[in-house]
């Protein structure tokens, strides 16, 4: 059974205010794309990766996989109006009948060898893996007026990160059952699996660098991350 990475490319990063997607903003010589396509690139147990982009932005997808020689990706396609919608599109170009697939947000280019190696081998005992790691901060629930609804236990909370691992058919499933539902939309794919009770869904633990670059101020997060890693 081969094991794939989808990497969602597609966004158009406005919360970051550059003037091009974050996803091909350079950090240290590299784009963040290249980054994320690295880690899964030179990791022994993913077979094949296929990365979903922006139609605007293919001809870019392609001369970073090109330049980088990353022969291990085998599709470039075109995503969807939403995050919910590309990954589909990925999900709907794997041409295996079985496998292990792997979604991750490409402007998390910090993913650890150990996470994806983790989400890997649950894969072997579970259908769904999420990673996510302790919330250190008290987290509230508000109503429409913002005002505090609830405030859970923070020992129950956990702040989601990618890949999120899945058994092809179980993915599959669970974007085709929303793909009927126009109102129902989730910010991630483990959202659906849950939502159709597809599977118990493993939680394994992510990595405080596996950060997801959203704003200016995470820009310089990543520099410094680099710099860290490169004096290692």
Request: net charge negative; hydrophobic share 40%.
């Amino acid at each position: 059974m081969k094991t794939i990475a989808i990497i969602l490319a597609s966004g158009i990063g406005a919360r970051v205010g550059l003037d091009i997607p974050k996803q091909f903003f350079e950090i240290k010589g590299k784009s963040v794309l290249e980054y994320s396509i690295l880690a899964f690139h030179n990791h022994n147990k993913i077979d094949e990766i296929i990365i979903v982009s922006h139609p605007d932005y293919i001809f870019k997808v392609e001369e970073i996989v090109k330049n980088g020689n990353f022969n291990k990706v085998t599709q470039i396609i075109v995503g969807g109006e939403t995050r919910q919608e590309s990954a589909y599109n990925g999900i709907n170009a794997v041409q295996e009948d079985n496998a292990k697939i792997l979604i991750h947000d490409a402007v998390r280019p910090f993913v650890t060898s150990r996470i994806i190696d983790d989400c890997i081998n649950t894969l072997n005992e579970f259908k769904a893996v999420n990673v996510a790691v302790e919330s250190s901060d008290t987290i509230i629930e508000v109503d429409e007026e913002n005002c505090i609804k609830s405030i859970p236990p923070r020992k129950c909370l956990k702040r989601v990160q990618t890949p999120q691992g899945f058994d092809l058919a179980i993915i599959k499933k669970a974007h085709e059952l929303a793909s009927q539902k126009k109102d129902l939309f989730f910010t991630d794919d483990c959202g659906l699996v849950k939502e159709f009770n597809l599977a118990k869904i493993k939680v394994i633990e992510g990595d405080e660098n596996n950060i997801k670059i959203t704003y200016p101020s995470d820009i310089k997060l990543a520099e410094n991350i680099i710099s860290v890693c490169d004096k290692i």
